[in-house]
């Protein structure tokens, strides 16, 4: 059974830090671009970042350029989003999807196939 499993989220300050983990089980990472999305209350599901499966090249969103970090470990099935400086405006739901990264052209939702269940991140002022 295919499944991604997302987990790091949490409260935190603006300015502070969080990391967000997907796990995968039920196939191999290696072979998918993922990519992070957040939705906000009242808003559209938005692409944050993602990572290639070829060479590990990433897109990131302007709102988060320079603060967030997309990472992948391939031995342990994970992806990671190292988010700093948070800020309030960064309080959505946070989702990791596989599919494809188009470092270029960013990303949509309807290009992902599988869908972890989300993580609630919340930055308080």
């Known amino acids: 059974q295919v499944s991604l499993v997302e987990s790091g989220g949490g409260v935190v300050r603006a300015g502070g830090s969080l990391r967000l983990s997907c796990a995968a089980s039920?196939?191999?990472?290696?072979?998918?671009?993922i990519g992070w999305f957040r939705q906000a209350p009242g808003k559209e599901r938005e692409g944050v970042s993602c990572?290639?499966?070829?060479?590990?090249?990433?897109y990131y969103a302007d709102s988060v350029k320079g603060r967030f970090t997309i990472s992948r470990d391939n031995a342990k099935n994970t992806v990671y989003l190292q988010m700093n400086s948070l800020q309030p405006e960064d309080t959505a739901v946070y989702y990791c999807?596989?599919?494809?990264?188009?470092?270029?052209?960013?990303?949509?939702?309807?290009?992902?196939?599988?869908w972890g269940q989300g993580t609630q991140v919340t930055v308080s002022s």
């Open positions: 999807a596989a599919g494809s990264c188009d470092v270029v052209a960013g990303m949509e939702p309807y290009e992902y196939d599988y």
């Open positions: 039920g196939f191999t990472l290696d072979y998918y671009a």
């Open positions: 990572i290639s499966s070829s060479d590990g090249s990433t």
